[in-house]
């Protein structure tokens, strides 16, 4: 059997970093980086006597991006201790949720190949993140407990994934939507956007789900995809062997382009769950639910709708434009100031997205920024009043980004307005068809050649000559 | 020099309020006593008497500069180990927290030193607080000031020994099943286990979250009062704390003096079953009749499910007990095994050394409550046990204002007489454990000595939020009964 003879079963759990100030229970920052072990407290290192106290911006976090994925969110949860022992576990359990997470169903909406698509969740829950152990050389580690006690949301999705790209396109949804919602910056270089897969296959048609493996460090959404795809080969390789796929832990190694064994799932922990005795039952009210329903910003995909409404932006234009909520806002913010949609789409996606390495720069209020969106708005409006032309305008938006000057200051001090005076222009065309009239006399069998005149016109003009008005002239004057 | 032998704690505090003495006055007798006394008792893990000085003068300064010294001026306390104290040592009384010094304070010690109180030093206990007779301190025993041979109670047998031997004025101690009311019925004096969330747990070291409530020690009820006054109340550390305002306990202990008219006092018949010691039997029920004479109405209420306490106790204790000692592992804190080849073995060196038997036999008893697929087999039906437990309580107390038992069925006991029966010892804690589960107030009061000369204690249990008719029931017996101002022999020197 080939690969296409399987169905690849993939379910995945996605970790995301909250970006609160301060950690889920706890009061340190929350904050990435800093000197090892210097964002920590008594209770996020878990010392004897120390108590959680939830920090409800965690919570309204989880409740806002299940809102946005559609989750039932349970009124009444409860957190719950996980066992295991791991030094960068500070008290023996993490708390998370078990029985009772905060939210239940819901679904992460995206397009695959062009198509509206959308895998189901199982379900989003709370939790802490662990600190991080760093080994320095043989037999010595350290451990950095800045990360324990990051707030995390744990997003399930059901086993319904069934390729790598669909794995990888539905990643970068939930990593856009936590953008969108602005609770996480969903880095996944960095760790606060962490993705494990649970990849299985089963001849096509076959009831039973077959045995998976779990897939971890992937730190890229090309990760995921390579991750899985080698993995699903693997697989094949095995099944069709007649040999039977181990349940384990598999880790991407990038660098070889493998999944490697790190350990056995059949000798795992028992994690003794049982519910958190030192928080007392998580409440949500119905009057809490209804203001951040009520403040849900406009999600990826009804914007996509929006975009490409009656004659709107092209689907794959829309696609580029809403992959970010900074890319989409600085979009709609060039469209605010009078910028055409389809003009100005153009532009974002051509000139500025080429020139931003770091997408949240495009923040439409972000001071540093070299070209704001209002300042593209003019530009592409003295295009459109006829006063730059398409080619000049490319350069004068060059120069905006390098010399941080606005279009119209660049047209008027380097004299870039476009020539459409009808006397100034037909006098340098007369001249231009006289110096040439072998063309001239050629013209009629052969038109492409009206293309020569019209460049030896802009030439003279210095690129400044509007287009339109040279082709109308030259076309009267050689009677094409 | 100040004869401190005897004193109570809000003679102490009055002293130091209207001048009579300096609080360091006071300090310094009861250093003297420790020094000369606690050799023969073992009561003190630590001591801290540069602290405790420094404490004292503060309270000092603070009434020269015409500042109120705070309602609990200059009361020496000892304190429980099982209290987190900023800069001094605290062990719970175990090896694997052996150098363990806490960079913060629980709220508690914060509070009452915010008051005014001083703290003397550690107190000995049962190792993390799991036991009836301090033998499970890893450190010393602690002898009955009562008789040297006789255990104090556990597990605040160092609180409850240290306060009837006049080591202390008043002591801080931990009760999840009993470890407050059993050692100071054990020793004859006042300890009270107040309402869940009543009192913090913030800098109290976990033994079992759900059942661990911290609680006052004193040689009087209104000393244990206006303990638990400063004790109490809503803490932001402490997501179980609750925000009711805090009762007027010392009022209600003085009320208690003009007797108990329109009191209704519930006598559960489960409380008085085969295996009671009849010396316990007979004080007990003479001091239900001197509640009688102070004017309460007694009526007899019935707590069915009491025969499932234990059995639900030490499922919950065990479980979560289990939890909360897995992060004693070596890494960061506390006792490290030395020579291990692997993070395997860190951690089973580090806490097979550093653990002692009853802290190993409650982890693994709990390992196994909660393995998985059994969770509804134990853990599950345990906890509908407690609500069952709890429910008993407010059916009971539908028909009574309190309940009055007795603490404990049989006085203290000797060293190693229960020791190698760990059931037995369990069974210790039959008459306490109810309250911890239902999370509702109870106090122990002396009502009695044996002809051997050892305390007897009475219970007053009443229901959520209700320390004050506790503290009312116990005032009107302490008014009308002089126990509580016998005193131990003097430890021979």
């Known amino acids: 059997m080939s690969v296409a003879d399987y169905e690849v079963v993939i379910g995945l759990e996605v970790h995301v970093q909250l970006a609160t100030r301060s950690k889920i229970f706890s009061w340190s920052s929350a904050a990435f980086g800093g000197e090892p072990n210097t964002h920590t407290d008594p209770v996020c290192l878990g010392l004897p006597g120390t108590l959680p106290v939830l920090n409800r911006a965690a919570v309204d976090s989880a409740v806002r991006l299940g809102l946005a994925a559609g989750c039932t969110i349970r009124r009444r949860c409860r957190f719950a201790r996980k066992h295991f022992f791991y030094p960068d576990l500070p008290k023996g359990f993490q708390i998370s949720q078990f029985d009772e997470p905060i939210c239940d169903g819901g679904a992460i909406k995206f397009r695959l190949h062009g198509e509206p698509h959308e895998v189901a969740l199982t379900r989003i829950h709370l939790e802490e993140d662990t600190g991080k152990n760093i080994h320095a050389a043989a037999g010595v580690s350290f451990v950095d407990y800045n990360r324990a006690g990051v707030p995390l949301c744990e997003i399930v999705s059901e086993p319904n994934i069934r390729s790598a790209e669909e794995a990888a396109e539905y990643v970068r949804a939930v990593r856009s939507l936590v953008r969108y919602l602005g609770i996480g910056d969903g880095n996944m270089e960095e760790g606060s956007l962490r993705c494990d897969a649970n990849v299985s296959l089963r001849v096509r048609g076959a009831a039973a789900y077959g045995t998976k493996a779990e897939i971890k460090n992937m730190n890229s959404f090309k990760n995921v995809r390579d991750a899985i795809e080698h993995e699903v080969k693997r697989q094949a390789t095995l099944l069709d062997r007649g040999e039977r796929v181990a349940q384990e832990t598999r880790l991407w190694d990038p660098a070889r382009g493998v999944t490697q064994s790190m350990r056995s799932k059949e000798s795992a922990h028992d994690y003794r769950y049982f519910p958190e005795p030192d928080l007392p039952p998580l409440v949500v009210t119905e009057q809490q639910l209804t203001d951040f329903r009520a403040a849900l910003p406009e999600l990826p995909e009804d914007r996509f709708a929006r975009y490409t409404g009656p004659g709107g932006l092209t689907p794959q234009d829309a696609g580029v434009l809403i992959a970010d909520h900074e890319i989409a806002g600085y979009f709609d913010a060039v469209v605010a100031a009078g910028a055409p949609p389809k003009r100005a789409a153009n532009w974002v996606i051509n000139e500025v997205l080429a020139r931003v390495s770091h997408i949240p720069d495009l923040a439409f209020d972000n001071p540093g920024l070299e070209v704001g969106p209002s300042a593209l708005a003019e530009l592409i409006n003295l295009i459109e009043d006829g006063t730059l032309s398409g080619k000049l305008a490319k350069d004068v938006f060059a120069r905006m980004w390098t010399e941080r000057r606005t279009a119209g200051d660049l047209v008027k001090a380097e004299g870039l307005a476009q020539v459409s005076d009808g006397a100034a222009l037909e006098e340098i065309c007369k001249r231009i068809v006289a110096a040439h009239p072998e063309e001239a006399a050629r013209v009629q069998s052969s038109p492409k050649l009206i293309g020569f005149f019209v460049g030896a016109v802009m030439k003279e003009t210095g690129g400044k000559g509007n287009p339109k008005a040279i082709n109308d002239i030259l076309k009267r004057l050689l009677g094409s | 020099m100040i004869d401190v032998r005897g004193l109570t704690a809000l003679a102490v505090a009055d002293g130091v309020r209207v001048g009579k003495w300096r609080a360091r006055d006071v300090v310094e007798p009861y250093l003297d006593r420790i020094a000369q006394l606690d050799g023969a008792l073992g009561c003190y893990l630590r001591v801290d008497a540069d602290g405790a000085r420094r404490q004292a003068d503060a309270v000092d300064a603070a009434c020269k500069g ?27 009384a175990s090896k694997i927290l052996r150098g363990f010094v806490p960079p913060y304070e629980s709220t508690v010690t914060a509070r009452l030193g915010a008051a005014g109180a001083v703290a003397l030093g550690k107190l000995n206990m049962d190792e993390f607080a799991m036991g009836s007779s301090t033998e499970n301190s890893a450190f010393q025993p602690t002898r009955n000031p009562w008789s040297p041979a006789h255990v104090p109670g556990g597990s605040s047998g160092g609180s409850a020994a240290a306060v ?60 244990a009062a206006a303990l638990l006054e400063v004790m109490s109340g809503l803490d932001p550390l402490d997501a179980t704390s609750i925000p009711q305002p805090v009762g007027g306990y ?31 039997e007979t004080a007990v029920r003479a001091a239900i009749d001197e509640l009688a004479r102070a004017g309460a109405q007694i009526v007899p209420v019935s707590l069915p499910h009491t025969k499932y306490a234990i059995a639900t106790y030490y499922l919950i204790c065990t479980a979560e007990a289990s939890s909360n000692l897995a992060r004693y592992d070596g890494v960061r804190y506390g006792h490290r095994a030395e020579q291990v080849r692997s993070l395997e073995e860190l951690y089973t060196h580090t806490r097979g050394e550093g653990f002692g038997a009853e802290p190993k036999r409650r982890i693994m008893l709990g390992a196994y409550v909660l393995r998985a697929g059994y969770y509804e087999a134990y853990y599950g039906k345990a906890l509908r046990a407690r609500r069952k437990i709890a429910d008993d309580f407010s059916a009971a107390f539908a028909a009574c204002d309190a309940i009055v038992t007795p603490t404990s069925p049989v006085p203290a006991f000797k060293f190693g007489e229960r020791t190698a029966d760990p059931l037995a010892m369990y069974l210790a804690d039959v008459y306490t454990v109810a309250p911890d589960l239902a999370g509702i107030p109870a106090l122990s009061q002396p009502c009695g000595l044996t002809r051997a000369g050892l305390p007897i204690g009475l219970q007053t249990i009443g229901p959520a939020l209700g320390e004050e008719i506790c503290f009312r029931v116990a005032g009107a017996f302490e008014a009308r009964t002089d126990w509580h101002t016998r005193l131990p022999p003097e430890p021979a020197l």
């Open chain 2, 66 to 92: 015409g500042r109120d010294p705070g309602p609990l001026a200059g009361i020496p306390l000892g304190i429980k180990d099982i209290f987190c104290t900023r800069g001094v040592e605290t062990t719970c």
């Open chain 2, 164 to 223: 009837a031997a006049s080591l202390c004025a008043g002591a801080t101690g931990t009760d999840t099943g009993g470890s407050i009311r059993q050692p100071a019925a054990l020793c004859g004096v006042v300890g009270v286990k107040p309402t869940y969330g009543r009192v913090s747990r913030y800098g109290v070291i976990a033994f079992a979250s759900s059942l661990d409530h911290p609680g006052p020690f004193g040689r009087t009820v209104e000393d």
């Open chain 2, 250 to 280: 010392r009022q209600a202990a003085r009320s208690g003096r003009e007797g108990l008219a329109g009191v209704r006092l519930g006598v559960p018949q489960e409380y008085f079953q085969p295996g009671m010691d009849p010396e316990v």
